[in-house]
């Protein structure tokens, strides 16, 4: 990877710092600065395992399972728990002592581009609300693309570039609600859903599903197939 594609494919320094600040907080819970990630996680593990099943994962033999930004491991046990061996890769872990332990998953602190230089491939890997803090999303898309095995599933989640996600998710969460710490999202490095198709496209990629992830009335986030607008979740199968 030469030196220009490592940092499109690296986190954008001043999220990198914003982040390494915040990584003692995955510990707190939804008591914490990522009670959103704690509140929507039900939901985004029920599109994974959607996909996962759809894909036959897990009859597979030692399914390998890779979780690129993961933080505290709210994706990545779930993922242990099921059969999966799981490396969790991100460039701010909370310490050793507030992390997760299973058998089956293994943390690593790296920055993404050093997680993408490796040659292994995984039969499934997740991209939770990543493509938004690197320097080229659609550049980040097709380099982790890359470590899916032929058959195998690749997940984000992220944010649409919309107006609607301008106001609901920087306007209201970070400036006037302050349900998300100020300053974790910048409107301009949004990807919408289209962009990201195109770009997988053309790396041996078909669309698998695609949802929003909206706020539930009766508390929690649902998935829904209208609202794509702000918060969306979108899986991949690499072709055979």
């Given at each position: 990877m030469s030196e220009r594609a490592r940092l499109k494919v690296s986190s954008k320094p001043d999220h990198a710092r914003n982040f390494a600040g915040l990584a003692g907080e995955?510990?707190?819970?939804?008591?914490g600065a990522w009670r959103v990630l704690h509140e929507m996680n039900e939901a985004r593990l029920g599109f994974i395992f959607s996909a996962v099943a759809r894909a036959g994962l897990l009859k597979a033999k030692n399914p390998r399972a890779l979780d690129i930004g993961g933080g505290g491991g709210l994706v990545a046990l779930p993922l242990a728990e099921a059969?999966?061996?799981?490396?969790?890769?991100?460039?701010?872990?909370?310490?050793?002592?507030?992390?997760?332990?299973?058998?089956?998953?293994?943390?690593?602190?790296?920055?993404?581009?050093?997680?993408?230089?490796?040659?292994r491939l995984y039969d499934l890997v997740v991209c939770l609300e990543v493509v938004e803090h690197v320097e080229d999303a659609v550049a980040f898309a097709a380099a982790a693309g890359r470590m899916v095995r032929p058959g195998g599933v690749l997940i984000f989640s992220t944010i649409n570039?919309?107006?609607?996600?301008?106001?609901?998710?920087?306007?209201?969460?970070?400036?006037?609600?302050?349900?998300?710490?100020?300053?974790t999202h910048d409107w301009r490095?949004?990807?919408?859903?289209?962009?990201?198709?195109?770009?997988?496209?053309?790396?041996?990629?078909?669309?698998?599903?695609?949802?929003?992830?909206?706020p539930d009335v009766f508390g929690g986030w649902r998935l829904s197939s209208r609202r794509l607008a702000c918060n969306y979740i979108i899986s991949f199968r690499r072709q055979e």
């Open positions: 995955w510990a707190r819970g939804r008591g059969g999966f061996r799981v490396l969790a890769a991100d460039p701010a872990l909370p310490a050793e002592g507030e992390r997760p332990a299973h058998g089956g998953l293994a943390f690593v602190e790296a920055e993404f581009a050093d997680i993408m230089r490796a040659r570039r919309s107006w609607k996600s301008w106001v609901v998710d920087i306007a209201l969460a970070e400036g006037v609600l302050g349900v998300v710490p100020a300053g490095s949004f990807v919408t859903p289209g962009e990201l198709v195109i770009g997988l496209e053309g790396a041996g990629f078909v669309l698998d599903e695609m949802a929003g992830l909206v």
